[in-house]
């Protein structure tokens, strides 16, 4: 395991201090986190920027079993719906991520120098 990981575990933990939680479902939940956030990002590793959304996540997938993220509910059907993807909040921040990994500012300009020597 490696200082990522470790990290965003410890931090969870702090977040989920007062939930019962098992070693193994929260590195699966971290190790899912990571792995999700880096495919929305096309990048091998968790950049340190993310590590924070990374904890968001693992928090919010936790507290799911405990119905955190309904989008909707009705109590005399007992009907329970809930946000389909945890990461479409962190949308724009991916976006812009990808948008200065590719040199392109917010106006969709190319942030690439030409010099003529």
Not at 28 to 33: L, R
Not at 108 to 117: A, H, I, T
């Amino acid at each position: 395991m490696d200082d990522t990981t470790n990290s965003i575990v410890r931090r969870s933990r702090n977040r989920l201090a007062d939930d019962s939680i098992t070693d193994d479902a929260l590195f699966e939940y971290v190790q899912t986190a990571i792995d999700r956030i880096c495919l929305r990002l096309a990048v091998e590793t968790l950049p340190k920027a993310f590590e924070s959304i990374a904890v968001d996540v693992v928090v919010k997938m936790h507290r799911r079993t405990f119905y955190e993220g309904i989008a909707s509910e009705s109590v005399d059907t007992l009907s329970t719906s809930f946000v389909n993807d945890l990461l479409d909040e962190y949308a724009d921040e991916f976006q812009a991520y990808k948008d200065r990994k590719n040199n392109v500012d917010e106006s969709g300009s190319s942030l690439k120098v030409v010099r003529f020597l």
